[in-house]
């Protein structure tokens, strides 16, 4: 599980191959920190995005302090798909972000196995709803520091600490607009996973 890359074709001849297994993945964080740009960077597909336009109609409920320039927001979901080797596919579900479109996160729930709880160290107030989320409903998470304009002023020792995460927590550095810095994280989710298959495993 040390890369992710596209599926290749069997070679000519070759017998027919199983299925991948595949695992759908969230994608969170508060809003504005990256979410959608991470899944396009790391998508192999075209991501389906369901962006609109911020209107006064937000003015006084959404919170754009410190992302004062950004001009839209997800009101639905973001969707990509990456395969790691030949047997497995991830399908990444990138949640919308302001407090109004929590709702949803229950449904995108269904169903995932693990998630990415994206933070920006300018407003890291903002993911504290999601880490409370995913802890609550026992969701294996990682937590990925996105860094803005390429800096990182704090190391993810720092990063824990500030977040109060539970021990075994995997806190990485990353830029969400870089496809390999956004398939490390989503390589430290897969581990994560499976050692905690694993773990289950042997307690069976």
């Known amino acids: 599980m040390d890369s992710l890359s596209r ?12 299925a991948p297994d595949t ?13 959608t740009t ?3 960077s790391v998508s192999e597909i075209a991501p389906l995005r ?6 006064t109609a937000g003015l006084g409920v959404d919170d754009l302090e410190g992302i004062e ?21 991830l399908y990444l579900f990138g949640t919308p972000g302001q407090q109004r479109f929590w709702f949803m996160w229950n449904d995108l729930a269904i169903g995932a196995l693990g998630a990415v709880v994206l933070v920006d160290v300018r407003r890291p107030r903002t993911s504290f709803a999601a880490i409370d989320f995913f802890e609550r409903r026992r969701i294996p998470f990682v ?32 830029d969400a607009r870089e496809r390999e810095s956004s398939r490390d994280v989503l390589i430290a989710l897969v581990d994560r996973l499976i050692a905690a298959a694993t773990r289950a495993g042997g307690r069976t």
């Open 7 to 18: 599926r290749r074709p069997p070679a000519p001849g070759a017998g027919p191959t199983a």
């Open 23 to 35: 695992v759908k993945i969230l994608i969170a964080g508060g809003f504005g920190v990256g979410k």
């Open 38 to 40: 991470m899944v396009g």
């Open 50 to 55: 369901t962006e609109e336009p911020l209107t």
């Open 69 to 89: 320039d950004k001009r839209s927001t997800t009101v639905a979901l973001d969707f990509g798909r990456i395969s790691i080797g030949r047997d497995l596919v």
């Open 143 to 174: 937590v990925g520091v996105n860094g803005f304009h390429g800096k990182h002023p704090y190391t993810p020792e720092e990063i824990r600490e500030a977040l109060a995460l539970p021990a075994g927590t995997p806190v990485l550095l990353c």
